[in-house]
């Protein structure tokens, strides 16, 4: 299927890593704009692979969830470019110097923003990734391998044509960018073991696929993007309030990472807060799994989405309209409940009360730990990062939505007049 | 060999990690300065201890310069002490905040310095390095598994005794600090699996050890400590004193990471800086592996210590008094074979031209650049860092001497006011 060996691939790439070392920031952010104009000029180049993907995805009958996570259109183009456009507007980390000092010897010391090198990113589905990720990883200097689903196969390498027009524009290495073209996930294996050519891989996608990188990835990697996420109603809470705030957590968008999978009830308001609830949650409707405690308050009715929970619940991923419920004995409670089951992405408290709040954010050790806010904030465009390749949730490195600054490292550089150690 | 099943030191390590949450930083400092009173006040046993590790190594017929590695004297002890007294002086990276900002949804959103939470740490010899690690790791609020060589056997176990007399003091649990005693090399295996209870594996070692743990390893590795260092001598360096920082990066001390490897001479001052150096060196003697061009200068004379290099000299840590030679066109050549050969530990360039330094600072992507200087301060302690657990020279998370900032890790701390995402 692939033209050239995966060895070249990366060699290539370092290559490439190597001349945007030289790579300014004006002529980036040229070349970002350049790419947004392309992206418009060559739509209907896109948009009919895009149709023929579509397509294939029909005949095998795929959900239409999926299917609409592949389309592209006209606006959904628009989007992405104005997502260019915002990037564009951010500064250039790479040239940074975040430390500067002048040692005892004279030596000038100072530690400076430098592009990871090479990134290769795993991922599925949504074309706008492939065109989100060349942005980011340019924008920071660094070459990129996208390996992206079978699903936008056409639409993929439509889009890596267009970048590549550019490149070459830009009197840049296509190399800067190589999609690996791999339908049969034959060379997965392989990239996982290039350490010598890839400074980081990204896997975006489910718990298999994080699981293969972190056992057989000989190279850093960047996990994330599973959010087992929490929300604890102290008693001293705004329960009027709080309501509206767990809607927005479990029902703004179940299927993504940052919506809400337990509420935890301290249990001096379960009986005041859990009906109110659930009132509220009834109109979607979201399945309720309920413990003892909370059963007791709200009796178990299948039908009318209120079931009991079981083992392992506690340790679901919903992305759907389900949501755990555990009554717990106060902040500690809930605190170990989180250390528990928590995919330490993004946890909160609702409370009134600052020592609890104090606690739980000094102890709830995730990417993102929350104050009386929905835990859908946990996102590159939210948090002004102009966009994110993933969501780490591992400690090194970048927690959380992985930005710009978090696609660099830095060195450092030390400038003496022939100075020697004695 | 050991008491306690590795899970169950995992699982202790991660629940002593979150006790340490709450470690504040005045505790830190004098928990740092009992430890250094006790590693004095039990002088005789740690030091009767290192006697019979001392005596093993002897009888094993171990080489002087092992022996002196492990030894523990009076002396030593107090520049440990010392170590852990220049520890307290720096600054707490925990609970900095990195960054802060209001959304426009009235988000107060916030980045905050946390502590990675487990350390493991694989060592040999040196006994210093399990107190350095124990105090740069509790400084910095993480707990730690030392995993140390059976050479310090008998000391370490009664250093780890110390300390953990120390954290019973402070009401710490002495699960925050673990000696995993491994004299059969048994654990290693299970430990570089540990990812739910470990956030980072140090393997302090040879290339051998750092492989296995590339290989094998299911949490994030810091690898590094490997120092293959170029210096490229430009045309319009001031070749005299060209000479004294040659000497110096190779012969100061030649046994450590940033010792000098191969010298890049630019082919305008070969003839006459290549004599110079060889007066100089032969002092200690220095033995030189030469290119075609070099030999050409200096003649092939192995009774003087002038060799002809041979495949792969160029890809050796000398970590001993032999010096690599080649004979480049210009500073674009120098830079490739930095690339083609570097570990990327630590390169400089010695030159008066703005241009020439300027492009080799900005294309050799090393943890460390270095302009007309010795190659000998890429150390925790030169750049002011208080010690350090290793020189990382990958590209994610920290590069170079890894330090206190480095041990700690980020959560963004988001507090609103029952906000919602629309």
Known sequence: MMEKDLTEIGKDARLAARQLLLFSNEKKDQFLETLALSLWSEREKILEANSADVLKAREKMFSEALIDRLLLTEKRLQGMMADIRQLIELPDPVGKVLEE?????????KRQRVPLGVLAVIYEARPNVTVDITALALKSGNAVLLRGGKETRLTNLTLVEVIHQVLVKFELPTTAVQFIDDPDRRYVNKLVKMDNYVDLLIPRGGNRLQEFCKQEATMPV???GIGICHLFVDASADLVRVVDVVENAKVQRPSVCNALDTLLVHQNVANTILPMLYERLKRYPVEMKLDEYSAAVLGIQPELGLVAAVEGDYDQEWLALILG???VEDVDEAIHHIWQHSTF????????TKENINKFVRSVDSAAVYVNASTRFTDGAQLGLGGEVAVSTQKLHARGPVGLEALTSYKWILEGDYTVRE
């Not at 000092?101 to 010391?109: C, D, E, F, P, Q």
């Not at 992405?345 to 009134?352: C, P, T, V, W």
């Open 345 to 352: 992405h993004s946890d909160g408290i609702l409370s009134e």
């Open 101 to 109: 000092k002048t040692l005892s010897n004279g030596i000038r010391a």
């Open 325 to 327: 419920i555990k009554v």
């Open 222 to 224: 960047m996990t994330g």
